[in-house]
């Protein structure tokens, strides 16, 4: 029989985060968000251990749109230091954290501060779980969103194997309501897709018609993720829904 939790989302506002607090209610779980528009800042540990308090456990998937690795390194150190320090002092019995496949292949960039975020999670006291995903679905739209010049779209060549947004917040909802268990089977999409035609259709979904060039993006993360090192290992979790269902549910 399940149990119901009271389960704290840190970037509970963001594109996995909203579908993890919908995922914990429909489980019957209380939710509490963490965010800036909620009051409560990570970077600075403002507000964090007041909305912690009666928290049976915190699933952590805020995140920073950067590609500058010391401004990663610093973003995630740091809300990483605020979580874990105030979970124990709320007595939060469990955190469970969001990382990225292949983050120690390409540690570079934005995957420099996941790495960091992992390390320190990792050699903390609290009891803890990291999931590594690989991208969502939904990265098709941060890409086309976040990757321009001036007015113009870009689509970054890399290769990808994306999931929905959707299972990770399930799976990270199960996470949450267990036991803490270190590193888990990393979860993965169903097929491996190509970043810049993800884009593309995203656009056309969406109704954009300008001509979105494909762009070899010249930095250390692009180049690893154009190598394949953001691919998932034979072992990882398959999830179920592929790109193109995405797309065609937009
Ligand atoms: N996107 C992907 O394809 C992907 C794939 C695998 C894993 N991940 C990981 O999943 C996590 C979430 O990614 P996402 O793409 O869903 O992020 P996102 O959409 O950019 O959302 C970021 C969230 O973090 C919150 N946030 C930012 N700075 C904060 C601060 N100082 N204090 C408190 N909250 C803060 C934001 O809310 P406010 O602005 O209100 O503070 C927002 O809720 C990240 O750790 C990322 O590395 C992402």
């Given at each position: 029989m399940m149990v119901a939790m009271r389960i704290a989302i840190a970037g509970g506002t963001g594109t996995v985060g909203r579908r993890t607090v919908t995922a914990a209610q429909e489980a019957g779980h209380e939710t509490v968000v963490l965010s800036r528009s909620h009051g409560v800042d990570l970077a600075t540990g403002k507000g964090l251990v007041a909305a912690l308090r009666g928290a049976d456990a915190v699933i952590d998937v805020t995140s920073i749109a950067t590609l500058n690795g010391a401004r990663a390194v610093e973003f995630f150190t740091a809300t990483a230091k605020h979580l874990l320090a105030a979970a124990e002092s709320a007595g939060v019995g469990h955190v469970v954290v969001l990382s990225i496949v292949g983050i120690d292949r390409v540690p570079h960039d934005y995957y420099a501060g996941k790495l960091a975020q992992e390390g320190v999670v990792a050699a903390s006291a609290s009891p803890?779980?990291?999931?590594?995903?690989?991208?969502?679905?939904?990265?098709?739209?941060?890409?086309?969103?976040?990757?321009?010049a001036g007015p113009l779209h870009l689509a970054p060549v890399a290769r990808v194997q994306p999931v929905a947004a959707q299972e990770v917040a399930e799976r990270l909802v199960a996470l949450a309501a267990g036991s803490p268990q270190g590193r888990v089977t990393d979860l993965a999409g169903p097929q491996e897709e190509r970043l810049s035609e993800m884009v593309r259709a995203f656009a056309r979904a969406t109704g954009h018609r300008g001509w979105i060039p494909a762009l070899r993006v010249p930095t250390r993360q692009m180049r690893g993720m154009r190598a394949g090192g953001v691919l998932p290992g034979p072992d990882a979790d398959r999830g179920r829904q592929t790109f193109s269902e995405w797309i065609a549910q937009l």
């Amino acid at each position: 029989m399940m149990v119901a939790m009271r389960i704290a989302i840190a970037g509970g506002t963001g594109t996995v985060g909203r579908r993890t607090v919908t995922a914990a209610q429909e489980a019957g779980h209380e939710t509490v968000v963490l965010s800036r528009s909620h009051g409560v800042d990570l970077a600075t540990g403002k507000g964090l251990v007041a909305a912690l308090r009666g928290a049976d456990a915190v699933i952590d998937v805020t995140s920073i749109a950067t590609l500058n690795g010391a401004r990663a390194v610093e973003f995630f150190t740091a809300t990483a230091k605020h979580l874990l320090a105030a979970a124990e002092s709320a007595g939060v019995g469990h955190v469970v954290v969001l990382s990225i496949v292949g983050i120690d292949r390409v540690p570079h960039d934005y995957y420099a501060g996941k790495l960091a975020q992992e390390g320190v999670v990792a050699a903390s006291a609290s009891p803890w779980t990291i999931l590594r995903a690989t991208q969502f679905h939904e990265f098709a739209a941060q890409m086309f969103d976040r990757a321009k010049a001036g007015p113009l779209h870009l689509a970054p060549v890399a290769r990808v194997q994306p999931v929905a947004a959707q299972e990770v917040a399930e799976r990270l909802v199960a996470l949450a309501a267990g036991s803490p268990q270190g590193r888990v089977t990393d979860l993965a999409g169903p097929q491996e897709e190509r970043l810049s035609e993800m884009v593309r259709a995203f656009a056309r979904a969406t109704g954009h018609r300008g001509w979105i060039p494909a762009l070899r993006v010249p930095t250390r993360q692009m180049r690893g993720m154009r190598a394949g090192g953001v691919l998932p290992g034979p072992d990882a979790d398959r999830g179920r829904q592929t790109f193109s269902e995405w797309i065609a549910q937009l």
